[in-house]
Each structure stands twice: as structure tokens, then as C-alpha cells.
């Protein structure tokens, strides 16, 4: 059975959970569906376009939203939720030019799709269905997914890093995005409420080997800018101390290990890439095999064309774009000889979301993002700060760089259902949406019975709007 197979067959297994189990476990069976990429990331756009994919980024989000219960109706009044329906009707709009149609509606359903997490996970978060011991299974049962493609599958479908190499670290998704899920983890693992001392620790450091092993560099910056911001915050704890030291030696120890190119061993050279790119930096001298830099100049040779494809556009363009998913064309035109256009996804080519959005659909349109992504960012520090989530506004914080900087160097708006949308939306649910608790409730009932004498009225169920 290949590696594929196996994610439908799990997507299979998780489907019932998610359409009758209670709706806490249906919730969580479709977290772990984060997990899968029923197509492989290696497919092209009309391959990747499949029911499975559709379901789990837009159906089944849209299911559990229906099963949220009555408060479903007010789940789009906050700012940047309104912004991003601006960006999607805009980003359809563009579609009526677009060189390639068919990437473009798939586009317009994936952005539909990551409004549609958000929204179900503050929902969940607001009615208590994510606490330690779903985060736990999630975290728990994406570890396992991790080392059953990677151990027994091989790891070639989701974590291939060239035919000279070993396989990465990753679940049925591509490793980069599984990174995402892996930072995030760490962030939660850190930062929970919830968790006691064993249990922080031992996450943390079985995460943070996770992330060696998977060997994304720019997710392992982002872990590691997690790690400060928490030590810096917590110093004078001494869980920030066992943690610390826990996952130094793993990091320590795994790093070493990869400094040898010689082994090909999938435990110890997957993220050899991380060495090799520091040494490269250091030494200005790359591998043989260029493990460290090779991605480094494919990008930078596409952003190369961007910019001077930007320079030489018109007003009209550079204000509007060139049209929804036309950034395929730029790899067409940089690699022709490796690219064609009916084995191509134009929606992960240009390998930037900045370069991406002034290209494709202009100033306009980066202009609206900047401001989706600061009005996020400040409801989030303005909720946050009146709330009781299970983790704080420090733990979003800690996690938004390396999203950005992923952002700067990935595709990542193009993954509804998918671990890299999951993961901050997870974030700013853990923080932003807290449930309401019983001794709130306990207050509530006491205050009705004094106003109402000895007659009680019932109490009505709070109602949150997003």
C-alpha cells in the first residue's frame, strides 16, 4: 500500500468520527485530517483537485460549523473576518483574467476553506471542546502519523528532498506544512495552562526532535524564536529550565549527529539540510550535493523574475495584478525546461506570499492583506487581554514570526484543511476564544434566583460571536 493510500484509507477512518461521534472527538478526528494530503504535494492542479481534499478543507468545516449549534449565524462580525471575505471576492474577481482558470477557482475554495477553520476552531475553543486532552491526541496521534509515513511508508510520497537524499521527517502532508503543525505544537506544549511539568517536558522534547528530523529551516527558526521568547518570559521558572536544558540535548545531540553526510540513515541525515545551510552561511561553501543552498537559489531565481516582471508592468497591472494564479507562469518562463504547464501548480510556485499578492493581484490587494493581517493581530492582543484562553497572547505572539517568515518563503494561503492553516488558526483559537466556566455559570444562576424571589428563571445559553 503506498503512502498515499494510506492517507485515504485514514481519511476513510476519521470521515464517521467526524460526521456522528460527539462533537468534541468530531472536532478532533477532523484536527487529525490535518494530517492528510489525499493527492501528494507533488501533484499538479488538476490532480490535486480531488472530493477528498474539497471535503476536508470546505465540506467538513462547514458541517461542523452547522453542528456548532445557533451561534453559527454570528460567526463573521469580526474585522478580519470581514476583510478576508473582501479578499476572497476580490481574488475571484481576478479570476476572470487569470491564465489558468481551473488553479484559480481551486485557489478561491482554499480560501474559503481557511476562513471556515478559523471559525470552527474559536468556536470550539469558545465552547470548552479543545482542552489538554484533545491537544494531547492531536499532538500524540500527529507524532504517530509522522513516524508511520516516514518509518514504514518510507517517507518518499510527503517528505522527498531529492533523489540523492534521505527523506524527511513528516505526516501524509508535505514536510514544510508539517513543520507548521510542529511549531505550533511546541508553542501549546510550552505555554498550556493545562499541562503539568512531565507532561511540558516531555512533549517539548519529543516535538522538538520532530522538527530535527523533519529538518524545515525556516520552521526550525521559527521553534527557535518560540523557545526565546518563552525562556525570556519565564525564566524564573523551573520548567523553563528543564525544558530548556531537554530540548538543548535533543538539539545538540540530533545536530551533530546530521554534520555526517556519510550516513544516510533516515534518524540521523533528514535534517542535514539544517547543518549544511548553517555551514554553507558560515563557510560559504555548499555541500556536493548543494543540500544547503539549492532551494535557496531556485527561490531566489523566482523572486528574481518577479521583481523585474513587476518593473516592467503597467499601471494598470501593477495596481490590479496580473491575474489569480498567473505566478505559474513565472516558473514556466525561469525553468522551462523543468516546467509544464499541464504537470504545474501555479499556486505554489512563486514561493512567496508577499511577491505572490502584488503580482498576481497588485497593490490593491496587498494593501487589503497588510490589513487583515494587523487587524488580526490587534483583536487578537485586545481580546486576548481579556480573556482567560488556555494559553495567552505571548504563545500567538511567539508562533506569528515564524508564520511570517514562512510566508515570506512558502505558499501557504493555497492549504485549507492542511497543518499550516490549522496551526495558527489552533493558535489564535487557544488564545482568543475562552468557554465559559462554572463558577461564571454559578454567578449567573445565584443573580437570577435573587432577581426573580424564589422563582428561578432558566438560564439562557451565552451565545459568542466571532
Known amino acids: 500500500m503506498s503512502a498515499v493510500s494510506a492517507a485515504q484509507c485514514i481519511f476513510w477512518i476519521l470521515l464517521p468520527c467526524i460526521l456522528f461521534a460527539p462533537l468534541r472527538w468530531s472536532i478532533l478526528a477532523w484536527l487529525v485530517m490535518g494530517n492528510l494530503d489525499t493527492t501528494a504535494p507533488t501533484s499538479s492542479v488538476t490532480e490535486a483537485i480531488g472530493w477528498m481534499n474539497a471535503s476536508k478543507g470546505i465540506l467538513l468545516p462547514l458541517y461542523l460549523w452547522w453542528r456548532l449549534g445557533s451561534s453559527r449565524k454570528k460567526g463573521l462580525r469580526s474585522t478580519p473576518a470581514i476583510l478576508w471575505i473582501l479578499f476572497i471576492l476580490y481574488t475571484a474577481a481576478a479570476s476572470l483574467w487569470s491564465p489558468f482558470p481551473l488553479a484559480a477557482a481551486k485557489l478561491v475554495g482554499n480560501l474559503v476553506g481557511n476562513l471556515l477553520t478559523f471559525v470552527v476552531l474559536l468556536k470550539a475553543a469558545r465552547s470548552g471542546l479543545l482542552e489538554a486532552r484533545e491537544i494531547s491526541v492531536l499532538i500524540l496521534v500527529s507524532l504517530g502519523l509522522g513516524a508511520l509515513q516516514t518509518f514504514y511508508y518510507g517517507g518518499l510520497a510527503y517528505g522527498f528532498d531529492g533523489a540523492d ?4 521527517f513528516s505526516s501524509f502532508v508535505g514536510a514544510q506544512q508539517y513543520g507548521a503543525f510542529l511549531v505550533a505544537f511546541l508553542a501549546i506544549a510550552l505555554w498550556h495552562k493545562a499541562f503539568g511539568l512531565k507532561t511540558r517536558v516531555g512533549m517539548s522534547a519529543a516535538i522538538g526532535a520532530a522538527l530535527i528530523l523533519n529538518g ?52 540521523t541525515n533528514p535534517s542535514s539540510r539544517i547543518a549544511a545551510t ?63 504547464a499541464d504537470g504545474l501548480d501555479p499556486n505554489r510556485s512563486i514561493h512567496s506570499e508577499w511577491l505572490r499578492v502584488l503580482y498576481e493581484w497588485g497593490i490593491a490587494r496587498f494593501v487589503l492583506l497588510m490589513a487583515i493581517l494587523g487587524t488580526l ?90
Not at 227 to 255: E, N, P
Not at 280 to 305: C, E, H, M, W
Not at 331 to 340: A, G, Q
Not at 457 to 464: A, G, H, T
Request: aromatic share 10%; glycine share 8%.
Open 165 to 168: 537524499r534521505p527523506p524527511r
Open 377 to 466: 493581530i490587534f483583536e487578537l492582543a485586545r481580546r486576548s487581554e481579556k480573556s482567560s484562553g488556555r494559553i495567552g497572547a505571548p504563545a500567538v505572539f511567539s508562533f506569528v514570526p515564524a508564520f511570517l517568515l514562512a510566508f515570506s518563503t512558502e505558499n501557504l494561503i493555497a492549504s485549507a484543511g492542511n497543518a499550516v492553516t490549522m496551526s495558527l488558526a489552533l493558535m489564535v483559537a487557544l488564545s482568543w476564544s475562552p468557554k465559559l466556566r462554572r463558577p461564571v455559570l454559578a454567578a449567573v444562576r445565584q443573580r437570577a434566583a435573587a432577581s426573580a424571589g424564589s422563582h428561578v428563571q432558566p438560564v439562557r445559553r451565552w451565545k459568542f460571536s466571532f
Open 278 to 340: 548553517l555551514s554553507a552561511l558560515v563557510t560559504g561553501q555548499d555541500t556536493p550535493q548543494n543540500v544547503g543552498l539549492s532551494n535557496l537559489n531556485f527561490r531566489l531565481a523566482i523572486y528574481g523574475k518577479v521583481v523585474e516582471e513587476l518593473r516592467n508592468a503597467s499601471a494598470i497591472k501593477l495596481l490590479f495584478g496580473h491575474g489569480t494564479s498567473s505566478g505559474g507562469n513565472i516558473v514556466l518562463h525561469v525553468f522551462p525546461r523543468s516546467y509544464k
Open 216 to 267: 524545515s529551516r525556516t520552521w526550525f527558526l521559527g521553534a527557535t524564536l518560540v523557545l526565546l521568547v518563552y525562556i525570556i518570559l519565564s525564566f524564573r521558572k523551573v520548567v523553563a529550565s528543564v525544558t530548556l536544558v531537554a530540548l538543548g540535548l535533543g538539539f545538540g545531540a540530533l545536530l551533530v549527529q546530521n554534520f555526517d553526510p556519510m550516513d544516510s540513515n533516515v534518524l
